[in-house]
């Protein structure tokens, strides 16, 4: 398994087949709530983990702002879930953040992705919000 950052077309489109398949058909996101912005700026990168077959298992996405760097729309297939695919995407976040020399790292986790987070060392600090309908707590690591 070999985490990628995509820049060319057909990475980005096994990124969004991931989170169309996770966010939208899963978990009922609205579309229109999913697909933003960011998605087409050059300063994202964005990131797939594939298998030794070349299927994409799982993503996220890395912003980096002013103050912090902003982790986004991690999300694992469910053949991919528990096996390793949403560790190595923020591992490669990180690795990402450490490159552009940015220290702190923000993200907006689903209340039951926390624990996943928690391992990973970050620290709740808010209270819930709700995104997408769904309940959210945002989450912050210093990296080292």
């Not at 609205?30 to 700026?41: A, S």
């Not at 030794?52 to 996220?60: K, S």
């Amino acid at each position: 398994m070999a985490v990628k950052q995509v820049t060319d077309k057909k990475g980005k489109q096994d990124a969004f087949d991931i989170r169309n398949e996770v966010f939208v058909l899963e978990q009922k996101v609205d579309p229109e709530l999913e697909w933003d912005e960011f998605d087409v700026l050059d300063s994202t990168v964005m990131f797939v983990d594939y298998d030794e077959d070349g299927t994409a298992l799982a993503t996220g996405r890395f912003r980096a702002l002013p103050e912090y760097g902003k982790v986004e729309r991690i999300c694992a297939r469910k053949i991919a879930r528990k096996k390793g695919s949403g560790r190595r995407i923020i591992e490669a976040i990180e690795q990402e953040a450490r490159a552009q020399n940015v220290t702190l790292l923000k993200l907006g986790a689903q209340t039951t992705a926390i624990p996943f987070y928690e391992k990973l060392g970050y620290e709740v600090c808010s209270d819930i919000f709700m995104d997408a309908g769904i309940e959210h707590k945002d989450m912050q690591k210093i990296l080292n």
